[in-house]
């Protein structure tokens, strides 16, 4: 599934259409956390989203008579792997969300690279970080403190900074972890990820549970919540992965990851026009200079990654590139 893939060169028309679906599946996320949190817990609204996502990935796999098989090791390093990239951060991104804008959320989220080529550079030794990848993360940090923009204390909000930030850490450190413990896993995007995402529900079902009771109302077809919960279930936790390892296959690694600067343009535009939030003029600033520092922190990988395990709503990584 690297960028080399033989089929890379295929017409425009015959991927553009998954890397929208992608990106409106992932950038959309933020906005039904928004809605999900209005009658549920942050716990509630991670764990909810993943069994929903796990219902749909395990049809998926059904129709397609693909079932992966597994040893006991593999399962494992899976649940390890899955505990950064689609547990903790599931329930961490809906509490940053109760303190900072979707909008804000999502620009922030799109530093899941910068993370993943740091914890890269530390935990894989023979991937020699290089000076372009150095200079990517000092640039990209800058970025990050324009974007929230940390001269304003009066504004800044340090504990949803702080927790979105370190929701993407665990981004970069799952999708490292992922080069190191599953490249002999061999199993298609949809059961690597439906086994991931499926044994993340189940270990966040107590958390959510302890969480506290849901908000009177909460189920009601009626309400946004639920709606809320099984569209990122439905579209940010199952079509927007498969929709994204379709591009990866279609037209190569390095034009997929592009993704990862629509999402933040589609979750802004749903920010505005349907919760109301405003724009601040640094936000979309420190967007750009972050953006500068994930495409120099990508470049001159030196050697192809393994196919990770399920890349986070709204968190494509560089580890495709």
């Known amino acids: ?28 996320s933020f906005l039904f956390i928004k809605m999900g949190l209005e009658a549920f817990t942050p716990a509630q609204v991670g764990f909810g ?13 059904a129709v397609a008579r693909r079932w992966p098989s597994f040893t006991w090791k593999q399962v494992g390093a899976i649940a390890v792997v899955g505990v950064c990239m689609s547990g903790v951060p599931m329930v961490l991104i809906p509490m940053a969300e109760q303190h900072i804008t979707s909008i804000l959320a999502s620009l922030l989220n799109a530093s899941t690279p910068l993370w993943t080529a740091l914890f890269v550079a530390l935990l894989i030794p023979a991937e020699r970080t290089t000076r372009s990848q150095l200079v990517g993360l000092l640039v990209g940090a800058a970025g990050l403190a324009v974007l929230v923009g940390a001269w304003d204390v009066s504004e800044f909000s340090l504990s949803g900074t702080v927790l979105m930030l370190t929701a993407t850490a665990f981004y970069g450190i799952g999708g490292t972890l992922s080069r190191m413990l599953l490249t002999r896993v061999s199993a298609g995007p949809a059961g690597l990820s439906m086994t991931q995402v499926g044994i993340s529900a189940v270990m966040l079902a107590p958390v959510a549970v302890l969480s506290g009771p849901p908000e009177q109302g909460a189920f009601s077809v009626t309400g946004s919540a639920l709606w ?4 990122l279930g439905v579209l940010g936790t ?84």
Not at 1 to 28: D, E, F, I, T, Y
Not at 228 to 231: D, E, K, N, P
């Open 228 to 231: 809320g919960v099984l569209a």
């Open 238 to 321: 199952s079509f927007a992965y498969i929709m994204f390892w379709r591009v990866v296959k279609l037209a190569g690694a390095t034009t997929a990851t592009s993704v990862t600067f629509l999402v933040p343009v589609v979750a802004t535009v749903l920010g505005v026009t349907v919760l109301g939030e405003g724009l601040q003029w640094y936000e979309p600033v420190g967007a750009l200079v972050v953006f500068v520092g994930v495409w120099l922190a990508g470049r001159s990988r030196p050697k192809p990654p393994p196919p990770p395990a399920a890349t986070p709503p709204g968190a494509p990584s560089v580890d495709v590139a």
């Open 1 to 28: 599934m690297s960028g080399s893939h033989p089929a890379q060169h295929a017409p425009m028309r015959a991927w553009m259409p998954s890397l929208m679906v992608a990106a409106l599946g992932w950038g959309s």
């Open 49 to 61: 989203r993943l069994l929903v996502g796990a219902i749909v990935l395990v049809a998926m796999v």
